[in-house]
């Protein structure tokens, strides 16, 4: 029960970086109604290492692929930083892109997801190197 537990919240975490993979890439698409290409260097940059990083949580974490675990705690925790520590770099931007006051409360929520998603990770893989063992 326990290892079918931490198998469904691999999935689920993965499922959500999958989403993440979609935001990002539909940002670099300019689906998301400002041009990519106006947008500051940096989140340009980060756009790509995020849909790398997400794509490999997404395929990877449910499949125990080696790399996906690094992957996972990288992006999670440098999002952490982003969007606490780093947020004055990450909303430097011309007045035309300034976050409002909903978009910095997103961050907030990705902020706590992110530390959600580190806890019930590192249970899954504790719980499934456990239960391996047995």
């Known amino acids: 029960m326990r290892r079918t537990l931490a198998i469904v919240v691999l999935w689920g ?14 940002s670099m698409l300019g689906a998301t109604g400002t041009s990519w290409a106006s947008t500051p260097m940096h989140w340009r940059v980060l756009d790509v290492v995020y849909l ?25 925790a440098s999002q952490i930083a982003l969007y606490t520590l780093l947020r004055p770099w990450i909303a430097d931007v011309p007045s035309g892109l300034a976050l ?34 047995e």
């Open 13 to 26: 975490v993965a499922v959500l970086y999958g989403l993440g993979a979609m935001a990002h890439l539909q």
């Open 52 to 76: 790398v990083l997400d794509i490999v949580v997404c395929i990877g974490l449910p499949m125990r692929v080696r790399i996906a675990a690094p992957a996972f705690y990288l992006a999670a």
């Open 100 to 133: 409002s006051p909903a978009e910095h409360a997103a961050l907030d929520r990705l902020v706590w997801l992110h530390a959600v998603t580190v806890v019930l990770v590192s249970l899954a893989l504790w719980t499934l190197r456990r239960t391996r063992n």
